[in-house]
């Protein structure tokens, strides 16, 4: 039986590292966290928020995907909207799922993000 969700993994193009680490630390407020040495050869960067984790591992032939994409559950999402803005990401609100406030953007490679809040 699943009891939980591990981590997600997304991709990345080789030499990304830096500008993931910026967006998932500075922008995104998650940790980064030490991979294997056995896995740190292989490139890519894994963060932290909590009990959520994300790992992104490089793909020489990396493109992202068109909707595929992590969900995050966030607190204060105006705040948050505001935040990726202000970092430059785009923030495209959709009020299609009922009980929820959200918005997708990307990280600075083109993956698909989702972020929502429950509302009441």
């Not at 991709?11 to 998932?24: H, I, N, V």
């Not at 959520?52 to 591992?57: A, E, N, R």
């Not at 918005?103 to 429950?118: H, K």
Request: proline share 8%; net charge negative.
């Amino acid at each position: 039986m699943i009891s939980a969700v591990d981590h997600v993994l997304l991709t990345a193009p080789p030499g990304s590292e830096g500008q993931l680490r910026s967006y998932y630390v500075g922008v995104l407020g998650m940790a980064e966290i030490p991979k294997p040495q056995a896995l740190a050869v292989r490139g890519g960067c894994w963060f932290r928020s909590g009990e959520v984790q994300l790992h992104l591992g490089i793909e020489t032939d990396f493109r992202p995907y068109g909707k595929a994409h992590p969900g995050f559950r966030v607190r204060d999402i105006e705040a948050y909207a505001d935040r990726l803005a202000a970092y430059g990401a785009p923030v495209t609100w959709d009020d299609a799922l009922p009980g929820h406030r959200r918005f997708y953007s990307e990280d600075p490679v083109g993956n698909r993000l989702e972020f929502l809040e429950p509302t009441g």
